[in-house]
Every structure is written in C-alpha cells, then in structure tokens.
T-cell receptor
Framework: GENVEQHPSTLSVQEGDSAVIKCTYSDSASNYFPWYKQELGKRPQLIIDIRSNVGEKKDQRIAVTLNKTAKHFSLHITETQPEDSAVYFCAAWGTALIFGKGTTLSVSS | NAGVTQTPKFQVLKTGQSMTLQCAQDMNHEYMSWYRQDPGMGLRLIHYSVGAGITDQGEVPNGYNVSRSTTEDFPLRLLSAAPSQTSVYFC???????????????FGNGTRLTVT
C-alpha cells in the first residue's frame, strides 16, 4: 500500500521567513495530494491540494509543487506569520488517503 | 449542512468493553473513512468505504469493525477495547467514490477515547 514520508518533523522560523515541508510517496498510482493544517485540539483543515496532472499550484502565500517522476511533493509558505504555527500534514491518495506523520511549524515574532 | 458529525466527543472505557463511535454526514458523500491520531504518528487510516455496502481495511484495522448500510452513516465498532486503542478518532468524508474524481476530505470534530 501507499507509504508517505514527511520531513522535517519540526520546523522553527522567524516571522517573515519562508518554510518548506517535503513529502515522498511510494504508490505511483497516487493522483491527488492534499495538505492539511491542524491547530491544537482541532480537526485537520485543507489548505491546498494538487492533482497529478499539475506540477505547481499557488494560493496567496502558499504553494505546492509535485514531481511525479521522483514521487515527491512540497509545501512552501512565504512571509510566515505567527498564525501559521500549527501541525501540517501531507497526504497521498491512491486507493485511499494516506497521511505523513506531520510537521510542527513554529513561527516566532 | 451539519457536515460530518461524530458522537460522542469524549469516552472512557474499561479494558474489554465494546462500544461504537458514530459518524454521520449530510453532504451525500460516497467516500467515508476513519483515522486515529496519536502523538508523533500522524493520522493513520483504520477503515474506509467508497460507497454503501462497500468497506475496506486501512493501515491499522485490527480491533475495529465497520459497516456501511447507508450513504450517510459509517459507525466504527471497538470489539474489546484495549489501552493501545486510547487515541483521538476522526471520521472524514469526501465526494470521491468508485467512479468519482478524488476530492478533499471533510473531517468531523473527533472523539477522544481513553481505555483504562
């Protein structure tokens, strides 16, 4: 089945810096790659997603890139703000949606 | 639209007890799934369903049963609770189905389960 690896597990940045989270997946049939943000005690919320026929997608300060050949995809957050502090999960959908273990992002002001 | 509704929000069980976590959605989603979340382990898939009458095992199915008799409901049954099943459980649904394009998961608010 699908296996998703996510790095780093923790990431600390200064406000205004960029943050990058990287994921790899194993199932070449996976075709949908969402990213979720989870604040403490709350449910995961979708922040951006990308399909396998697209290489890059951007939504304001957030962008995602996908390299199907290498089976990896990345989340880029620019101009980070303290409210970006949360746990971020990548996921890959082959037959079902499988998540990475998460990245705890801390943005200090 | 209530979205995805999970009950109860909190539950404490003794080892060996059984119980059912309820999940209902009112968005006519074909796909429903259950995850457990433990510190440092991310969200691990327990069981999922691509439509009424169809269920399949995820990454960590042992100790759990599911059924999907209607499109709206997808209950998760713990047959004989163990301390290792202490976790936060999330139900999630999506338009994705047997013949549908994969689409975002919508999560419920979670059930925090403690087994003593």
């Amino acid at each position: 089945g699908e296996n998703v690896e996510q790095h780093p597990s923790t990431l600390s940045v200064q406000e205004g810096d960029s943050a990058v989270i990287k994921c790899t997946y194993s199932d070449s049939a996976s075709n949908y790659f969402p990213w979720y943000k989870q604040e403490l005690g709350k449910r995961p919320q979708l922040i951006i997603d990308i399909r396998s026929n697209v290489g890059e997608k951007k939504d304001q300060r957030i962008a995602v890139t996908l390299n199907k050949t290498a089976k990896h995809f990345s989340l880029h957050i620019t101009e980070t703000q303290p409210e970006d502090s949360a746990v971020y999960f990548c996921a890959a959908w082959g037959t079902a949606l499988i998540f990475g273990k998460g990245t705890t992002l801390s943005v200090s002001s | 639209n209530a979205g995805v509704t999970q009950t109860p929000k909190f539950q404490v069980l003794k080892t060996g007890q059984s119980m059912t976590l309820q999940c209902a959605q009112d968005m006519n989603h074909e796909y429903m799934s259950w995850y457990r979340q433990d510190p440092g382990m991310g969200l691990r898939l327990i069981h999922y369903s691509v439509g009424a009458g169809i269920t399949d095992q995820g990454e960590v199915p042992n100790g759990y049963n599911v059924s999907r008799s209607t499109t709206e409901d997808f209950p998760l049954r713990l047959l004989s609770a163990a301390p290792s099943q202490t976790s936060v459980y999330f139900c999630a649904s999506s338009y994705t189905g047997i013949s549908s394009y994969n689409s975002p998961l919508h999560f419920g608010n979670g059930t925090r389960l403690t087994v003593t």
